[in-house]
Structure formats: C-alpha cells, structure tokens
C-alpha cells in the first residue's frame, strides 16, 4: 500500500493511488493476484494482473499492472517481473496480456515496446493532469 503512494503521480497514473484501508486494497488485490519484488526483504516492485471482466469468452485475457519503487528502478526488477508475468501466464493458458498507460509515461512505453507490447487502441485526451490532456493507451501482447 505504501508502494503505490511512493510510485503513482501525475506523470504515470491519472490520479494519485490511495488505500483507506488493508481491506479496500485487498478487495483490489486478493491474495494470489500479483507476484512482488523483493531486494533485501524490502518490497521494491509488484506486478498485478486479473480477468478483465467475469466473461467465460473473455477468460483468456490479463489485464496487468506494473509498479517498481523509484530507488529500484532500471535494475532489472521490471524485466523480472515481466519475465514471471508471461511465464506464469502461459501456465495458466492465458492467450493475451493488456495494460494502459498515460502517453505521457515515455518510460514505461519504451519499456512495454520493448517487451513487444503493441498499441491497440488511444483514448485521445482522456485525462487532463496538471494542465495537459494525456492519452490513455491500450496495449497489448499476445503470448
């Protein structure tokens, strides 16, 4: 819960990331819905990941979520993550992974173009975040 504080701001999420509670996080992000980062038993980075939507015909498809503290980032713990992402997906007969991400979060769309994530869809000036409209992109990766 911390982590999100320390992460999530204007430049990468379209409003800041806060809990009230243990519990409202946990009704976002049961147990078994992400695999987290740890570098000398401190917490430095999550990946979450769900079912877009209840659908059966839908049941195919993550929906992911990818987060690193600020003092670990560019050390390999996104890869990792990444990397245990796609496995665990494939495992699990997954067919597809989707993520949005601000237009203005350069970083994170080098990083997800790396991973051959692919642009499938803009939602053109969806946010308005400190004097700018920013574009929502839809990504994707088929495994």
């Keep these: 819960m911390e982590l999100d504080a320390l992460i999530w701001n204007e430049h990468n999420a379209p409003a800041p990331v806060f809990w009230k509670s243990k519990e409202e996080y946990l009704l976002a992000s049961p147990p078994g819905s992400q695999f987290i980062a740890l570098k000398d038993n401190k ?45 665990h ?7 597809k992974l989707r993520l949005r991400v601000l237009s203005s979060n350069l970083a994170a769309l080098a990083f997800y173009k790396q991973y051959g994530f692919v642009e499938e869809g803009r939602l053109s000036s969806e946010f308005y975040i400190a004097g700018t409209y920013v574009d929502d992109i839809l990504m994707r990766y088929m495994l």
């Design 43 to 87: 917490l430095c980075g999550y990946i979450g990941f769900r079912p877009p939507t209840s659908l059966i015909s839908n049941n195919h498809v993550y929906e992911i979520h990818i987060a690193v503290h600020p003092a670990y980032q560019r050390q390999g713990i996104g890869k990792s993550l990444m990397d245990s992402m796609i496995e």
């Design 89 to 95: 997906a494939k495992r699990e007969g997954i067919r």
